[in-house]
């Protein structure tokens, strides 16, 4: 395969099909660089058409990282609220203020540097310095391992393994256009060699793949086993209040406010439970409503008609929109 043809491809194809994304818009260096980190972090665990918004509006009411560092993080969080995964915000803003005062106000452009700064590893290093920096790094996401194990029908847990994507990475070559070169990849990877159903006649790589050559698109994914976590939910009420407390406790949704709720062992009636996925856990939810108050630290009531209005997490409001069946 003839990398630098390869690459001239999909070059040819992002321009004639690439999406206007917010992010991408025409801007200063200054902004390129702020732009990226925001939507990089946005798009950790999240779909490019559910951060569209909350980017523009972040962007509008944040615009800079100088505001960014200096922003209270009850503001911040009301931004970033119902993109689920509180710490990127969190880490967001560290990395922010690490940047202005540490590094004047300009993104580093090293590996190591960036892997450094909280909430960047080793994917998000190589999207920053491609796309801000135009860096011939090839980011290692979803979308360009598919594109890579289905060129060339990668099948076994040895060829889908990092290590060998990494090394085999190198068959998509690099352009001088290394910016719009990596996301020409996630972009072919989003639109057209999708997970089910790859679009293959309107693929630039057609002749060069090949899984279509075997007409065998099955991709083989490394799941990590989610594992099942039982938890009891406590409603406290006082008139048209209830309570909820600030999460010392669980490493999920740290310091945000959740119901006040402990994990137990597998209880024996499962039929009633409410069912969340929350990162690698199947969490199985039981709800009981409290008649007496206990001594409960770091707590707030909170009116119940106005719920919906309080900056919350998406689970906590999710809890709360299932309780009238139990109040
Ligand atoms: S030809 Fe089909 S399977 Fe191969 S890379 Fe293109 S879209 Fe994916």
Known sequence: MNNLILTKKILNWYDNNKRTLPWRKKCSQKQREYFTLVSEFMLQQTQVSTVI?????FIKN????DSLAKINEKKLLKYWEGLGYYSRVKNLKKTAKIIVIKYKKK??????ELTKLPGIGEYTANAILAIA?????IPLDGNIERIIKRLLNLKSEAEISKENLIKQKKILGTSNRSSDYAQALMELGALICKPKKPLCDKCPLIKNCKSYKKQDFEITIKR???IDKFFMIKIFTRGTKILLIKNTKFNFLKNLKIFPME????????KKSLNFKMSNM???INIKVMKKM???KNSSWIEQSKFNSYTLPTFTKKIFSLLSKYL
């Open 53 to 57: 918004p909350y980017f523009k509006n």
């Open 62 to 65: 944040i615009p800079n990282l």
């Open 107 to 112: 993104l580093p452009i090293t590996l190591g």
């Open 133 to 137: 920096f135009n860096k011939p790094y």
């Open 224 to 226: 990590k086993k989610k």
């Open 263 to 270: 994990e137990i062992s597998k209880p024996k009636n499962l």
């Open 282 to 284: 199947n969490m199985n």
């Open 294 to 296: 206990s001594n409960i």
